[in-house]
């Protein structure tokens, strides 16, 4: 074990490492959710449960495995900066699953291809579907025993040349204390997924090649077949597709060209997606292991790239599997337009209240007041109150004297 005291990294936590945890999280839980959406979309409709989504659903399972690798290493990717025990859970559990994931992803995007090369440009599918059984076993038990044996070998770990030398947190993944510790990154990962690429893209030009041919030829046949002269002579092998082999009936074919079909359209761009994305993880260990002025120019950008692309195969296939399925995209197109909808309604509702509220008078307000019932007065008088009211006469000698005037009155007589 190294003796990591002797180590003085004066390195600080930048805006490009918090970016790169960010975006590390962000895309692995958007891949998740369509992992699972994919997941829920194939055992929901039976319908739609072919040989090539099943494929595609083992392959979501991977982009699984992959995404909570990328978690475990965005936990563990501040904590390198202390130099922490290699031998601890989080590290060795960070350092397995992303073996595991990263493999499994590239072994069964290699598959994907394989079958649909035999499907589409050999129309072999029945050994395509025989095929698959060895494709389960290889492509789930390759990278357990790759992920075993690294553990068994004591080379996860860290490299603390990332830290001191690049002046970045480093991952869990191997160790730099172990003698080849290139060599176990090219078995662990790298050597598998630059290997998916070679065989990917190759059979992915072939694939597309031969598309590109049946379509032309499924112009020229269907040119003949317009042709009046030739009406007898084509019959019901006027469709390219449906011809069968030597030996094959006519149901047979159509079987067999409505699967290549299914397997075409699902899986096409499955390789390409795979390549498109993982390359700037490719590039950035390339960069890190065999540094220059310019990779290290480089370097800033590639990691920014890797965290979204080493993560979005997941919801890239989930994209895929959504818009190339055509019973999924149907409901999905359903759904929303009844979300548009009720929206659209809502808002109709919200307007004409608003349009109503503004015509509408304000409201009076009117405080509360106690009324009193006034009685009914009697004809002759009986129930007036006369107490306050005195019925005595004035004295004789006010009466007799003479009443006196002042100036301000006026008095008026009548002539």
Known sequence: MRNVSAYHANVTLTSLDAAFVIITNLTCIASMAGCLVVTGLYLMYPDVRTTSRKLLLHLSAANFIQCISGLLQAATYYKTLLFPDERKFICESAASTTV??????????????????????????????????????????????????????????????????????????ISDRVA???????????????????????????????????????????????????TRETGILTDFRHRPKDGQSVNDAVVEDLAIQTACRQLRLVPFIYC?????????FLFTEYPTKRHLRAFDWLLIIRAFGDNAQGLANCILFCATTVKIRRMMSRATRRWCSCCSKWCQKQQRRLADEKWLPHPIVRFGRKVTKLKRRSADGSDLDISGISLDLPPTEELEEEPKYTEDEILFERD
């Open 180 to 230: 080849n510790s290139l060599d176990w990154c090219f078995i662990t990962v790298e050597g598998w997924v630059i290997a998916t690429y070679f065989i990917s893209l190759l059979l992915f030009v072939v694939i597309n090649c031969t598309v590109m041919c049946q379509m032309d030829s499924q112009r020229m046949t269907q040119s003949v077949v317009e042709d009046p002269d030739h």
């Open 276 to 284: 498109l994305l993982r390359v700037w993880g490719t590039a950035h």
């Open 100 to 173: 595991i994931g990263h493999t499994a992803s590239a072994l069964w995007t290699c598959a994907v291809t394989v079958y649909l090369f035999l499907a589409v440009s050999a129309r072999a599918i029945t050994l395509a579907n025989r095929l698959v059984v060895l494709f389960y076993a290889f492509c789930w038990g390759m990278p357990l025993v790759v992920a075993t044996a690294a553990g068994v070998s004591d080379v996860y770990g860290y490299d603390i040349t990332d830290i001191l030398y690049y002046q970045h947190p480093a991952m869990c993944w």
